[in-house]
């Protein structure tokens, strides 16, 4: 087999403009077999995350880096020995002659050869680790850092007898535990080691229910462990209270700010010292919309949809925004223009296991009530799931948050970058509330908008927010304005 036969597969650019992904689950080892379109790793970039399809059949050679590395893209993340003289051209640079077991060549490839698939860029620099938790037993750190060293010794410190011998025992691809990627990432999130989950799926796939039993069996001793735990002793501190059983024994715990968590962060900095925010509040009376809900609920039309006031607070934001259509642009610094955008994709704030994501639906101007009411249970599904794409979080122009989920009344939202306009919606609460000259309980919440102050006045603002609680109120403006 000649060196050409290796192939380099870099990391892609998964989305608009990202410059680096996090390198979550590999999902074949080296001396795996793979073909053309299998998924070898998953990613998580700033927006979502991405499983990667390798583009051509051969052997794994080498893993370039470990779990948890963060690479730039355009960096070769693994080498694939494919059938000999199947390389293309571009990829019998000398760089692509390497083998993977001289560490100190691979930092040099990507700049050497060409882009091999599209949407590929070359980085000036590899990886950039990131901080990560060390674990408390020294055999177990000890053991970490042997299967970072030899994954291909990419970056290794110097080599150990010890070193390159400790993961290979392990290194039994059959043994793998069988699991989708959304119950993988789920196992992630929760802190699950798949190996100790028994199976209930057919051919012994583990299923998500699955993950949860074993959260669930794993938390029922830990629940009665602290009872078992000796108090402190009287003597050595009479005055001071003892410690609440559930606190843990480490004062701190340092969480590594990366994936969304890190972009979102970025975009509410940049957002909130770069437009000049103002919130206006209305508190209104619902309970029209709440009848209309129920209603709605046992229409055929909406059968199977779902169907709540979040979907009736939408359409009524579109037909403030019909009626107002200056309140949907943004703000061109480098044009000094603004830019009245002449649709809406209608961004809903969801919080995930990920972070705080918010994927819009696009043209949702054009969608009759129960296409949008669709629109709106395919993006909350998909969230949940942690299936959110790239381009679903991309291109928002007005956005509606959801806090009253949360029992609270409102809020004051910072806006998204690049959008002008966003809705926080309250709790809606029975209420004391002036109905045809009496007090009466009535279902009421309040709304919040908040704006940039650049290119939307207090008139224009006013307006906007002002039609979307007169068409909560009175449900029936959204024939007659829309």
């Known amino acids: 087999m000649t060196n050409a036969s290796v192939r380099e597969f870099k990391m892609p650019d998964v989305g608009e403009g990202l410059t680096e992904a996090e390198i979550l689950k590999w999902y074949v080892q080296p001396g795996d077999t793979v073909t053309d379109g299998q998924v070898v790793c998953e990613v998580e970039t700033a927006k979502a995350a991405v499983e990667l399809p390798i583009p051509y059949d051969g ?70 680790r990131r901080p990560r938790k060390q674990a408390q037993d020294p055999v177990a750190r000890q053991a970490a850092s042997a299967v970072q060293a030899e994954l291909n010794g ?139 809900v129920e209603e709605l609920k046992q229409d055929k039309e909406f059968a199977g949809l779902r169907v709540n006031p979040l979907l009736l607070i939408a359409k009524a934001l579109l037909v403030a925004i019909r009626r107002n259509p200056d309140i949907n642009a943004s703000w061109d610094e480098a044009a000094q223009e603004i830019v009245v955008k002449h649709y809406v994709n209608l961004g809903i704030a969801a919080a995930t296991p990920r972070g705080l994501i918010v994927p819009n639906i696009k043209d949702a101007h054009a969608k009759t009530l129960p296409e949008l009411a669709a629109s ?49 919606v309250g709790a809606i609460k029975p209420q004391p509330w002036v109905h045809k000259g009496k007090v009466k309980p009535r279902q009421v919440t309040t709304l919040a908008l908040s704006f940039d102050h650049r290119l939307v006045d207090g008139e224009l603002g006013s307006k906007v927010l002002a039609d979307v609680a007169a068409v909560l109120e009175q449900p029936k403006r959204l024939i007659t304005w829309a």
């Open 376 to 424: 709106l249970g395919e993006l909350v599904s998909t969230a949940r799931e942690g299936r959110t794409s790239p381009s679903a979080m991309q291109g928002g122009t007005v956005t509606i948050t959801n806090v009253g989920v949360f029992g609270v009344d409102t809020g004051t939202p910072i806006l998204n970058p690049g959008e002008s306009a966003i809705l926080a």
């Open 154 to 292: 990419h970056g290794a410190a110097p080599a150990a007898p010890a070193a390159p011998v400790a993961p290979a025992a392990p290194a039994a691809p059959a043994q793998r535990p069988l699991a989708k990627p959304p119950v993988r990432k789920l196992a992630k999130d929760l802190g699950v080691d798949l190996a100790t989950v028994t199976p209930s799926g057919p051919d012994g796939v583990i299923t998500r229910e699955d993950v949860h039993a074993a959260v669930a069996a794993a938390q029922a001793p830990q629940q009665t462990a602290p009872v078992a735990q000796p108090a402190v002793p009287a003597a050595s501190a009479p005055d001071r209270p003892a410690a609440p059983a559930s606190y843990d024994t480490a004062r701190e715990t340092r969480i590594p700010v990366k994936g969304v968590r890190k972009a979102t962060a970025a975009a509410m900095v940049g957002s909130a010292f770069t437009a000049p925010h103002v919130t206006e509040f209305v508190t209104v009376d619902v309970t029209r919309t709440m009848k209309l």
């Open 59 to 128: 052997v794994v050679r080498a893993l370039h880096f470990p779990e948890g590395t963060t690479v730039d893209v355009g960096t070769s993340i693994i080498a694939v020995e494919v059938a000999g003289g199947a390389a293309p051209a571009q990829e019998e640079a000398p760089a692509a002659a390497v083998p993977a077991a001289e560490p100190e060549k691979p930092a040099e490839q990507p700049a050497a050869r060409q882009p091999v698939l599209v949407g590929y860029g070359v980085a000036t620099s590899s990886t950039r």
